[in-house]
């Protein structure tokens, strides 16, 4: 068929090409911002002595970390949603940062608890048969395990479900409005897989990369089983429950198999 003979045709791919490059555009201005706001949580935690307080660097700088990346997400929400003449399909956007009762988000965290618990276990099992349980690397005391344990829970799920998931599942959305399945999940995907992403470690200086190919594979997965949790409950507080629950297990759990 001519292009020429149907204009309609030719509008509809000009529209998708647009949309393809906004899309593609919007997935690397935020994966710059979450690399960046991850490099200045770095940066701020590297300014401080833990010494005292954690002396094999286990938690307290971890912690320092995720409260800047948290607080500079936070910011930013807070920056694009509220100063005038700023984007305006962000202002009075709701990022969903309030929590809320939700019967599908507690279902949803319910089933994805016992899921996680009951994989993890398995894993661990298999490797303590093996003779596959790796030591932690530092001193098991009461101060590391709480520590550790404690991040994990109440902050690890809380800072990374808001600059994972919040801010670009809603930037997404806004930008791509419309029903269907379709415009409803890929923010979600391009979420989750901008999250796996955050898993490889890199430098500039010197310059390295360095992954583990199933550690973003397993993260591409609890990306969107916390999009999609963040999506039907439209609360951050059910998906930042299910992230913080799935690391203390998986520490916990290395921890129990390692002393026994």
Same mark, same amino acid.
């Given at each position: 068929?001519?292009?020429?003979? /149907?204009?309609?045709?030719?509008? #509809?791919?000009?529209?998708?090409? /647009?949309?393809? *490059?906004?899309?593609?555009?919007?997935?690397?201005?935020?994966?710059?911002?979450? %690399?960046?706001?991850?490099?200045?949580?770095?940066?701020? +935690?590297?300014?401080?002595?833990?010494?005292?307080?954690?002396?094999? @660097?286990?938690?307290?700088? &971890?912690?320092?970390?995720?409260?800047?990346?948290?607080?500079?997400?936070?910011?930013?929400?807070?920056?694009?949603?509220?100063?005038?003449?700023?984007? @305006?399909?962000?202002?009075?956007?709701?990022?969903?940062?309030?929590?809320?009762?939700? #019967?599908?988000?507690?279902?949803?965290?319910?089933?994805?608890?016992? &899921?996680?618990?009951?994989?993890?276990?398995?894993?661990?099992?298999?490797?303590?048969?093996? /003779?596959?349980?790796?030591?932690?690397?530092?001193?098991?005391?009461?101060?590391?395990?709480?520590?550790?344990?404690?991040?994990?829970?109440?902050? %690890?799920?809380?800072?990374?479900?808001?600059?994972?998931?919040?801010?670009?599942?809603?930037?997404?959305?806004?930008?791509?409005?419309?029903?269907?399945?379709?415009?409803?999940?890929?923010?979600?995907? &391009?979420?989750?897989?901008?999250?796996?992403? +955050?898993?490889?470690?890199?430098?500039?200086?010197?310059?390295?990369?360095?992954?583990?190919?199933?550690?973003?594979?397993?993260?591409?997965?609890?990306?969107?089983?916390?999009?999609?949790?963040?999506?039907?409950? #439209?609360?951050? *507080?059910?998906?930042?429950?299910?992230?913080?629950?799935? /690391?203390?297990?998986?520490?916990?759990?290395?921890?129990?198999?390692?002393?026994?």
């Amino acid at each position: 068929m001519d292009p020429e003979k /149907n204009p309609g045709t030719t509008g #509809r791919t000009d529209h998708r090409t /647009n949309e393809a *490059l906004l899309l593609t555009t919007a997935a690397a201005g935020l994966f710059v911002f979450q %690399s960046l706001a991850s490099k200045a949580g770095g940066l701020v +935690a590297g300014f401080f002595d833990y010494d005292s307080i954690d002396k094999d @660097g286990v938690f307290m700088y &971890i912690t320092v970390h995720h409260l800047v990346q948290m607080a500079i997400a936070c910011a930013a929400i807070a920056i694009a949603g509220k100063t005038p003449g700023g984007p @305006g399909m962000l202002r009075g956007a709701d990022f969903h940062l309030k929590p809320r009762l939700s #019967r599908t988000g507690i279902r949803y965290t319910a089933v994805f608890s016992v &899921i996680i618990t009951v994989y993890v276990f398995i894993s661990y099992i298999a490797a303590y048969r093996l /003779n596959r349980i790796e030591p932690p690397g530092y001193e098991l005391t009461a101060v590391t395990v709480t520590g550790s344990l404690g991040f994990q829970l109440l902050l %690890s799920g809380t800072s990374e479900e808001i600059l994972f998931r919040s801010l670009p599942v809603t930037f997404l959305h806004l930008l791509f409005p419309g029903p269907g399945r379709g415009r409803q999940f890929l923010p979600v995907v &391009i979420a989750a897989f901008l999250f796996s992403l +955050a898993h490889i470690r890199w430098s500039l200086f010197p310059i390295s990369v360095s992954c583990s190919c199933f550690q973003l594979v397993y993260a591409f997965i609890l990306g969107i089983a916390y999009g999609i949790t963040f999506l039907k409950s #439209r609360s951050v *507080l059910y998906p930042a429950v299910m992230h913080g629950l799935s /690391n203390f297990v998986m520490v916990g759990a290395g921890y129990l198999f390692a002393v026994i």
